[in-house]
């Protein structure tokens, strides 16, 4: 199997100019320009020009994007929330695996 494309697809600045380009499509989908969406979203133009071309700018900036391209339920869901266990019992429910053993030496 070859791991070069599963490892593009999981580089950080792969998924960064990735999202930058989703960025462009919900915005020409919507018929906008770049300078209507810096606009309406407060960001600054070449901000917006940086973000969608390189994936470059502030989580703050990226927000404030996703809500005015109706896509902050998706930017909220991004990361789930951990587990949370409500008492001993399903903690102690959840199956533990052991190491193996270590071999011993003749």
Known sequence: MDKIPT???RNPMH?????????RSHRMARGWTQAELAERSG???????LLEREG????????????ILNLDSELRGLFAE???YTS????ERISRRRAPSAKKKP
Do not use: D
Not at 15 to 23: A, K, M, P
Not at 43 to 49: A, D, G, R
């Open 7 to 9: 490892f593009k697809l």
């Open 82 to 84: 951990p587990n949370r």
């Open 56 to 67: 470059k700018g502030s989580l703050q900036r990226l927000a404030k994007i996703a809500v």
């Open 88 to 91: 001993m019992e399903s903690v």
């Open 43 to 49: 960001v600054s133009l070449s901000t917006l020009k």
């Open 15 to 23: 998924l960064i100019r990735e999202i930058g380009s989703r960025i």
